[in-house]
C-alpha cells in the first residue's frame, strides 16, 4: 500500500537550472558502494568524524536515447540502461499523485538498477521488492514517487549511491517497507520530503533504519526526512549540503506517529533528540 500524502507541498513544475554539486566517482563501482553502506551502518549512531574533502563534481547526464514504456520493466539481476530516458506511456502514461500507479521498473530481491534515467511522466517510478541497489538513477521530474521501498524482511538493505532527483511534489523516496535504506552521493531539488518512512500504511513494521550520508540538497524543499518515533525507526544524517534555504525552512529530521489505520499522522516532534533522529549541527552545511 502507499502511503497517503501527508501536507503535500505543491512545487513547480518547471524545470529548474541550477549547479550540480553532487560528487562521485565514475568507477566507485558496486564493491565501494557496499563498502560505503556497511561503514555507515555501523557508525550510524557514532559522532561524526572530521569531514573529508569534498568529491568532484558530477553533472545531470545527457541521454543516450529515449524509450517509452507501456508496461512495467522487470528485474532480476542487474539491469544497465546505458544513461538512455526512460518514459511512461499508456497505462504509466501519468505524472500526478494518485495513488496506486504501476511502476517503470519493478526489482526483485537483490536486484540492480544503474545507469537509468526516468523522464516525464514516470508513473511511480521505481518499486524495490526486496533489497536492491540504484546506482546512478536520476529523476528528471518525479511523479508520484521516485522509488518505493517495499522488502518485508528485517535484513533487506536499500542502496541509493550516486543518481538525483527534481521536482517531486511530495516525496522522493518512500520506504514502505522493513529493514535499512542508505542514501549516499546524491542530490535533490524542488521537492518536498527526500525519504519518508510509511507513516499510515495498513501493514507497518518496527525499527526501520534511514542514513543518509554525502548528499546536496538544493530549495525549495520541506524535509529531508521522515520517521516513526513510535515504531523505533531512526535516522542518521551525515555530510548534508543544504543550497538556497537561508531561511532555515528545510527540515533536517522530522519525527512522527505512524499508524496503521490510514490516518493523518501526528507530528512528535523535529531536530536531532540522540535517539531516532541522529545528527548534530556540524552535519549539515548550508550554502
Known amino acids: 500500500m502507499t502511503q497517503r500524502p ?13 549547479r550540480a554539486v553532487i560528487g562521485g566517482a565514475a568507477a566507485f563501482g558496486l564493491l565501494g558502494t557496499a563498502v560505503v553502506t556497511t561503514t555507515m551502518l555501523s557508525s550510524a549512531g557514532a559522532a561524526p568524524s572530521a569531514s573529508a574533502p569534498a568529491p568532484a ?9 529515449n524509450r517509452s514504456v507501456g508496461a512495467t520493466i522487470k528485474v532480476t539481476g542487474t539491469y544497465d540502461g546505458k544513461y538512455q530516458r526512460f518514459r511512461g506511456t499508456g497505462a504509466l502514461g501519468g ?9 517503470v521498473f519493478q526489482l526483485a ?20 521488492l526486496g533489497s536492491c541497489t540504484l546506482q546512478n538513477v536520476w529523476w528528471e521530474d518525479v511523479g508520484e ?19 538525483g ?49 554525502d548528499v546536496d540538497v538544493t530549495a525549495p524543499g520541506k524535509s529531508i526526512v521522515g520517521i516513526n518515533a513510535n515504531y523505533g525507526d531512526t535516522a542518521a544524517l551525515r555530510k548534508v549540503r543544504i543550497s538556497g534555504d537561508g531561511g532555515r525552512k528545510i527540515t533536517p529530521c522530522t519525527r512522527f ?12 516532534g523535529t531536530g536531532p533528540d540522540g535517539t531516532h533522529c541522529r545528527y548534530t549541527a556540524a552535519d549539515l552545511t548550508y550554502k
Do not use: M
Request: positive net charge.
Open 6 to 18: 501527508e501536507a503535500r507541498v505543491r512545487h513547480r513544475r518547471g524545470r529548474v537550472k541550477r
Open 257 to 268: 506517529q505512524g499508524n496503521s489505520t490510514g490516518a493523518e499522522p501526528k507530528v512528535l
Open 145 to 163: 514517487d521516485a522509488a518505493t521501498f517495499k522488502g518485508t524482511s528485517a535484513s533487506a538493505v536499500y542502496t541509493v549511491h550516486g543518481g
Open 109 to 128: 530481491d537483490g536486484a540492480v538498477l544503474k545507469n537509468v534515467i526516468l523522464g516525464t511522466p514516470a508513473a511511480d517510478g521505481v518499486h524495490c
Open 57 to 65: 563534481a558530477a553533472s545531470w547526464p545527457t541521454a543516450t536515447g
Open 165 to 213: 532527483a527534481r521536482h517531486a511534489s511530495d516525496k522522493v523516496f518512500q520506504f514502505n517497507g522493513a529493514g535499512k535504506l542508505v542514501v549516499t552521493r546524491f542530490q535533490v531539488s524542488d521537492f518536498g520530503k527526500l525519504v519518508r518512512t510509511c507513516g499510515n500504511c495498513s501493514t507497518q513494521y518496527r525499527d526501520r533504519q534511514v542514513i543518509i550520508h
Open 95 to 103: 505524472d500526478g499523485q494518485d495513488e496506486g500507479q504501476d511502476p
